[in-house]
C-alpha cells in the first residue's frame, strides 16, 4: 500500500473549517483513500473514503486532487469533540489474497481545536 | 447488542504468563485485526484474518498467537507475556469493501 505524509500537528478555532492534508503522490489506480481518526484512548473511528471523487458526508468532506496525489480532509464547523489524532490511509482493494483490506496506519495528525 | 467487544478492558499480568485477550464481532465481518498502540510507534498490526482458518502476520507479529476457528472470534494469545508487549490492543473487523470498526482496547499491563 502507499506510504502517506501529514503534518504531525494543526490547530482549529472551534465553529471554523478544518482542513487537514494528505500527501500520497505513490498512490496506484486501485487504491483507496480513509479516513479515521482517534480520540484520546478510543479505538479508531471511520470518518470517509474515496478513490477518484470528492466525497461528503455528515462528518466531513474528502478532497482528493485530480491526479490522486493529495487529498484534504474537511471538518466544515469544528468543535472541541474533534480534537483527535487523524490518519490518512490508502488502501488497495484486491479481488481476493490474504493481503485484502489490512490497514496500515502512520502517525496521523494531531488537531488540536480551540475555543 | 450489535459491534465489536474486546475483553478484558484492562488486565495486569506477569511476565512469563500466557494471557488471551478476546475478541468478538457480531456483524459476521469477513475481515478481522489486531493492532497494539504504543507511545511513538501509533497503531502496529499484529496479525489479521481474511476468514475463518485463515490468518496472516502483520507488521509485529512475534510472541503473538492467533486463532479464527469461528467468523466472529478472534483471539489474540501472549504465549508468554514479556514487559515489552504492554501496551493497548485494538481489534477491528471490515466486510469486503467497506470501512472498519474498531474495538474500545485492551490495556495490558504486564509487570
Known amino acids: 500500500d502507499a506510504k502517506t505524509t501529514q503534518p504531525p500537528s494543526m490547530d482549529c478555532a472551534e465553529g471554523r473549517a478544518a482542513n487537514l492534508p494528505c500527501n500520497h503522490s505513490t498512490i496506484s489506480g486501485n487504491e483507496y483513500v480513509y479516513w479515521y481518526r482517534q480520540i484520546h484512548s478510543q479505538g479508531p473511528q471511520y470518518i470517509i473514503h474515496g478513490l477518484k471523487n470528492n466525497e461528503t458526508n455528515e462528518m466531513a468532506s474528502l478532497i482528493i486532487t485530480e491526479d490522486r496525489k493529495s487529498s484534504t480532509l474537511i471538518l466544515p464547523h469544528a468543535t472541541l469533540r474533534d480534537t483527535a489524532v487523524y490518519y490518512c490511509?490508502?488502501?488497495?482493494?484486491?479481488?481476493?489474497?490474504?493481503?485484502?483490506?489490512?490497514?496500515?496506519f502512520g502517525q496521523g495528525t494531531i488537531l488540536t481545536v480551540h475555543p | 447488542d450489535a459491534g465489536i467487544t474486546q475483553s478484558p478492558r484492562y488486565k495486569i499480568t506477569e511476565t512469563g504468563r500466557q494471557v488471551t485477550l478476546m475478541c468478538h464481532q457480531t456483524?459476521?465481518?469477513?475481515?478481522m485485526f489486531w493492532y497494539r498502540q504504543d507511545l511513538g510507534h501509533g497503531l502496529r498490526l499484529i496479525y489479521y484474518?481474511?476468514?475463518?482458518?485463515?490468518?496472516d502476520k502483520g507488521e509485529v507479529p512475534d510472541g503473538y498467537v492467533v486463532s479464527r476457528s469461528k467468523t466472529e472470534n478472534f483471539p489474540l494469545t501472549l504465549e508468554s507475556a514479556t514487559r515489552s508487549q504492554t501496551s493497548v490492543y485494538f481489534c477491528a473487523s471490515r466486510r469486503q469493501g467497506a470501512e472498519a470498526f474498531f474495538g474500545q482496547g485492551t490495556r495490558l499491563t504486564v509487570v
Open positions: 456483524w459476521s465481518h469477513s475481515y
Open positions: 490511509i490508502v488502501r488497495v482493494e484486491n479481488a481476493g489474497g490474504t493481503s485484502y483490506g489490512k490497514l496500515t
Open positions: 484474518s481474511a476468514a475463518a482458518d485463515i490468518t
